[in-house]
Structure formats: C-alpha cells, structure tokens
C-alpha cells in the first residue's frame, strides 16, 4: 500500500512537471473509480465517457495545484463530481437535442447479463433501469453522496472531503437520499429483493 | 422514542456510526415498533442492491481518448496570458479609474475648493497654453462662464438667462427639456395623416402644446387599443376631413364575446363617459378584432398561442431535461418500430394452451399487438393480443392461446409484437423460456453493432440487433426460429433503409417500410396476404383468441 502510495506520488510529481505518460498511468489508476462515477451520476455510458475524459483533462491542467500530502484520489473525485455537476446544470438550461437521443449511442442496451435464464436477464435489467431512473431523480446534493457512499464505497470522511462539506452533513444528506430512494423504490422492491 | 426520529437515524444505524445508548434505543424502538421494522429492512434491502451493484468497466479507450485531449489542448502560453494577462490588465484599470476618480478629490486642499469660483481655478488650468498676448481675453472669457454658471445656480433668474446657462446649448444633440419633447413630438411622431387611425393633428406650436398634444407614450407609434377604441367618434374636421385608414371602412365587426365585457359594451355604443377630448384632435374610429379590445398588449397579441401541455408530454420533457431515455418527435418521421421475435412452440403445447410472454419496453406503446405466426413460408399471422404495453416495467402477456393458433407439435412460430413506441425507439422483446426452463434458441448472447464496428459481421447463437445509422432509430431483430446459427450478416456503415433492407434480404427477409408501419417479412417464397383481422374499438386494451 504504501508502495502504491509512493508510486503514486512519484507520478504526480512527474505530472506536475508536465509528464503525460506519468498522467496515462493515473488515468489507468483510477478510470474505472472516475467512470463509474460520472456513469452513476449521469446514467449514460457515453456522457460517463466524455465526462470521465474532461475530468482527467481538468485534472491534468490543475494539478500544479494539488497540494503534497493530501490524497490525490479524493482531489481527483471532487474534480470528476464538479464536472458531473456542471454537465448536469448544463442540460437543464439546454436539454441535448433530440437526436443524440435517437442515436443508439445513447441509447444502448445494457451489456448482455452472463445469466443463462432469460427471465433472469429480463429482471437484472429491468432492476438496472429502476434504480438508475430513481436515482436520476434525486436532487443533486442528495444524489452525490449517495453515489459516493453506497455505489462508490467512500467512506463518510472522504464524501465529506469530496463535497467540501462536513461529516454531518454528508449524514443527513446520505439518509434523506436514502429515503428518498426507498420512497421511489418501494413498488419494486420485491424486484430489488429478488436480484 | 418516536418513529420519525429513529427513521432519521437509519442510515448512521445501519452504518454502525450510532453510539451505544442511542444504538440501544433504537433497537427497542425497532423491537417494540409496528412499522419501523419494515422500513428499515426496506432501506436494507435496497442500500443493499445498492452496494451489490457491480462496477461498469471504464472503456477501453479511455487512457487514449484522454490522452488525445489533452494533445488537443491551446498551447500553453495563451493559458499562462488568459491566467496573469487579463487580471493584470483589469487591475492596471481599476487603478487608473480609481486615480482618475480620486485625484481631484485628493489634489484639491479643502480652502482652494471653498474660494475656487472666486480665484479661477478653471482659469488657471485653461491659462497654461494661453499665450501671454491673448491672456486678457482669456481672463475675459473665464469670467463671462463664471457668471454664466452663477446666474445658472441661482433661482428666479429671467428665463432668457435661464435658457442661455443651460448647460449643453449649443451642442447638437443636447436639447433643454422642453426643446427636446418638442423636438421629440415633431421628429419621432409620425405625420399626422400616417397615424393609423387618428385624424390629422396640428402642428405642434410651442413645447407646452406638444406636452398636451404628445399621448403618455408619446414615442410610440400605436397608442394602446383599448384606449383608442373607446374614444369616441370623431367629429368632420372643417379644414380637412378625415380620410379613414383602409381598415377602418372595413365590414363591422362581428359580434365577438369581448363585447360582453364592460369594455367590450363601451365599444358597441353603450353610454360610457368619454375621456376629455383635446380640441382639434380628431380620432378616426378604429377598427380592431375582439381579442385585442380586451387589451391585450402588442407583444401578447403576437406572441403564438400557449398549448397546454399533456401530462405525457410534460413527462418526457422531464426525462429529456435528465438526460434519461425519454420521449420526442423522431428525426425520422416514424413512429413505429416492429420486432420479430421468435418463439418456440413448446410453451404452447402446455395444459390450457397459455403462453407467456415477456416484453420489456423503455417507452410506453399504447397501441401494441402481438400476433403468432408460423416461421414457415407463407404463414399467416394470428394475432392474439392487443392493448397498451408499459414503460420500462416488464409486461407480461399471459396469451390464451387457442387451437387455431396452435401448430403442430414443435413446430416453431413467430411472434409479431408492434405499436407505436412514444418515443419512437425500438423496444427489447424476450422470448419465452421453453418448457425445460431453457431460454429460446435465440436468446443467446445479444450483439450490437456500433457505427464504428461497421461494416462488421456478427456471429452467435444470437440476437442480432442492427442499427439504421440514417435515421438515427434503433432497429432490433430477433432473428426466427429457423435460423441457421452462426450465420454471417454484412451490415453497411451507413444502414439507411436500402441497406437495412439488403442486410435483410441476406438473411431471407424482405424489408418493406410503409406509411406508419414497417414490415419485416420473409422474403422467399413469396409471403401469402396477412388474414384480414377484427377491428379493434379504438383506446380499448383487448385480448384475442386465435
């Protein structure tokens, strides 16, 4: 661990001085962690792209600021959910135009579910919808931290870091969105139960 | 304590972040509670799922893609200049405004300010170019503006002195107040005659009379309707008569509900009170429809009319503005989408002929129908249910099925289900599972084509799902009982109808798009003319029995 943590901060080091290939090997680091984020905040895979990218870039062009010593995942996870605000604030003022939702880019299926039974596949992705779309509907300062608590797995501190909040806060708001996601999933949850 | 407080104290319980005491509390509370243990295992469950939920793999592209944007980048100096230049510069002008602010205030001792009208401050600012010839001229000139600025400061000056230290005489452009509404009357008021629907107006003689004669919003062509319609008639003027506006000798109106209202009585001749009318002013009767006698402002008359929008509407709005999949009027025109699905006839062999379908759907079809037909050659369709097919949720067709609509044992059949999505996207269809529990022999493993793997093949024991990249609309095709596994289909890049309907062909069906239906037919041999159906009460769900 403490390897991987020095390694780290070689290669933040390196990036400090402009270093791209140093910043490739971030990128593999933590893709997937900045990916599922802008995925579970958006709910679309290809926005989730795009944004897992612009935050990267956001990422590479600030980090001369990023202080030694504090922890570069939860800087780099304030940075992805700043983008994923923006982006969210962004199509309330201009929904996207009609076509990107024609597209089947935006609109592809869910990966195919390794489970034999269609039945089976039918329920998983009928449970994926669900959550996504309640999920979607939280407002945003209940909808971070429940990403980053329940899906993400941060802890209290590190929610609270990422939303520049503090720890009670980050408490209240994760137990009104849980409730609130109660609330919109309670008709399915023998669905839910089911999965 | 009370059950909305211990609902509040879920998540930290569940956390395990409570302490002892409070923890105590809350499990007597859940032990002694009726409603609170569902709750909390509710919360349970889904915080659970939640957490289960397994991570999406980032793609494969992202460490590329960023890398390319971050080649892409402006180069650097200019974010160096956009990060030091511009502050830099809007602070050297906030210190040059501030200087050029203050500096009056702070060079002016306080003693010199009191006695600067008398000493010729002014003076002696314009006295440092004067040469040394013309200086008593100069002092001359100085002192004729002093005095002009005085008699301007004091009050009950004569007005010819009043109108001579008005500051701005002199400039074009700058008129004292009078001047200027005179000016404004005459200038930017249209002639008399072009005033629609007002008689000629005197010229206006002094700045007194354009204050009477100017309308409150003098500047404006158009005074308001209602205003000038519940102005009397005018009286003939005995200079010239008043030429009414085309509009005005128009038909008279037709009764209109705006009549009724008390304004609208004014209108039709009822006895109002007229408004004091200026002498000479002659106002034409003016000819305007209904609605705008109700006063409704220029803007609001021209503004399009406001639909109601339907609750439908409203929600796809809201899914759009959250990026979710949501409904909208397609780019293509179309508003269908028909899916094949292929199903064996095993289930149909069961006890009570009942078959079960599973349709999953990310829109709402109101209008859907699922038909059976036999995978063979000139089958023709049965269908067997109609009715409204809901969004997302899974929908599961219980069919009756009945001895016409059965085939002989194990033969397999097609199962047509097609509607009109409302938002115009295909919708996925499962096949039943056979009797064994298996699932069909096409539900495999579901393949995609992405634009950018097109051309491609796609091969499995498979549910193909082909993509028209023309008119942006997702096509998914199951592919039928009968086909061969594994087989090869070539997709065009760019899958406009023509090349759907070639990809198609290959694989023995025939692509007919037609006016608000498409058709997926096989194509050899021919297909034997689809059995006229019942017509259906329309809005009405409704079950078939083949």
Not at chain 2, 328 to 344: D, K, L, M, P
Not at chain 2, 358 to 377: G, H, I, N, S, Y
Request: with cysteine.
């Amino acid at each position: 661990m403490q390897e991987a943590l020095a390694g780290e901060s070689l290669l933040i080091e390196r990036c400090q001085q402009g270093d791209t290939i140093a910043f490739d090997r971030l990128v593999e680091r933590h893709g997937q962690w900045v990916y599922n984020l802008a995925y579970r905040m958006i709910g679309d895979r290809e926005e989730a792209h795009d944004i897992a990218q612009e935050a990267f870039v956001r990422a590479f062009a600030a980090i001369k600021g990023f202080r030694r010593g504090s922890s570069f995942a939860t800087w780099l996870y304030r940075v992805t959910a700043n983008v994923c605000l923006d982006e969210i604030k962004r199509r309330r003022r201009r929904p996207a135009p009609a076509t990107s939702f024609l597209s089947g880019e935006n609109q592809r299926p869910d990966p195919p579910d390794p489970a034999p039974d269609v039945a089976q596949r039918v329920e998983a992705i009928e449970r994926r919808e669900l959550v996504r779309r309640a999920i979607a509907s939280l407002p945003l300062h209940h909808r971070l931290p429940l990403v980053l608590c329940e899906l993400q797995g941060c802890s209290y501190d590190e929610v609270a870091a990422i939303m520049k909040t503090n720890v009670g806060t980050v408490k209240s708001r994760l137990n009104r969105a849980r409730l609130a996601l109660k609330k919109a999933l309670e008709p399915h949850l023998e669905l839910l139960r089911g999965g | 304590m009370r059950c909305d407080h211990v609902i509040e104290l879920f998540t930290r319980y569940r956390d395990g972040d409570l302490d002892a005491p409070t923890r105590q509390q809350v499990e007597a509370h859940l032990a002694a509670c009726a409603r609170c243990p569902g709750e909390f295992a509710s919360l349970d469950a889904i915080c659970t799922y939640l957490r289960e939920l397994r991570p999406e793999p980032a793609p494969a592209t992202l460490v590329r893609d960023v890398r390319a944007r971050l080649a892409a980048r402006p180069e650097r100096p200019r974010a160096v200049l956009l990060r030091w230049a511009l502050p830099a510069a809007a602070a050297a002008a906030l210190v040059v405004v501030a200087f050029g602010v203050l500096s009056p205030i702070l060079s002016r001792p306080r003693e010199a300010a009191r006695k600067a009208p008398e000493r010729g401050m002014a003076l002696r600012i314009d006295l440092s170019h004067v040469k040394p010839q013309d200086l008593d001229a100069a002092r001359r000139k100085a002192a004729e503006a002093k005095a002009q600025m005085l008699r301007a400061a004091r009050p009950g000056q004569p007005p010819s002195a009043a109108k001579a230290s008005q500051p701005g005489v002199g400039i074009p452009g700058v008129y004292p107040a009078p001047a200027a509404k005179e000016r404004i009357t005459r200038e930017l008021l249209p002639p008399p005659g072009k005033q629609r629907g007002i008689g000629p107006v005197p010229a206006p003689t002094g700045a007194k009379k354009a204050k009477e004669e100017a309308p409150p919003s003098a500047p404006t062509t158009e005074p308001p309707a209602d205003r000038l319609a519940s102005r009397p008639a005018p009286a003939a003027s005995p200079a010239k008569p008043p030429a009414p506006p085309p509009h005005a000798a128009a038909a008279p109106l037709p009764p209109s509900p705006s009549r009724e209202s008390p304004r609208g009585r004014a209108q039709a001749g009822a006895p109002t009170t007229p408004k004091a009318e200026e002498p000479g002013r002659k106002v034409a009767p003016l000819a305007v429809p209904g609605p705008e006698v109700e006063g409704r402002s220029r803007a609001a008359r021209e503004a399009p009319a406001l639909k109601a929008v339907p609750q439908a509407e409203a929600d796809r709005m809201r899914d759009l503005a959250y990026g979710g999949r949501g409904g909208y009027e397609g780019a293509s025109g179309r508003r269908q989408s028909q899916v094949i699905v292929s199903a064996q006839a095993t289930p149909m062999q069961r006890a009570g002929g009942s078959l079960t379908l599973q349709v999953t759907t990310d829109q709402e079809v109101p209008d859907a129908r699922v038909a059976l037909r036999p995978a063979r050659p000139g089958g023709r369709e049965t269908p067997v249910w109609q009715g409204k097919l809901n969004r997302s949720l899974s929908n599961s067709l219980d069919i009756p099925v009945g001895p016409s609509a059965a085939m002989p044992g194990g033969s397999p059949q097609e199962l047509i289900v097609s509607g009109s999505p409302l938002n115009r996207q295909a919708f996925y269809l499962f096949s039943p599972s056979t009797a064994a529990g298996e699932p069909g022999p096409l539900m495999g493993t579901a393949d995609r084509l992405k634009p950018k793997h097109a051309p491609g093949t796609v091969s499995g024991t498979w549910v193909s799902i082909l993509q028209t990249m023309a008119s942006k609309r997702n096509l998914y095709i199951l592919a039928p009982a009968g086909f061969p596994i594994g087989q090869r289909v070539r997709v065009a890049p760019d899958l406009s109808d023509e090349s759907l309907a070639h990809a198609l062909k290959r694989i023995g069906y025939e692509f007919r798009p037609q006016e608000g239906a498409m058709t997926i037919e096989p194509s050899t041999p021919a297909a034997a003319p689809p059995r006229p159906t019942r017509p259906l009460p329309p809005g009405r769900a409704r079950r078939w029995r083949g």
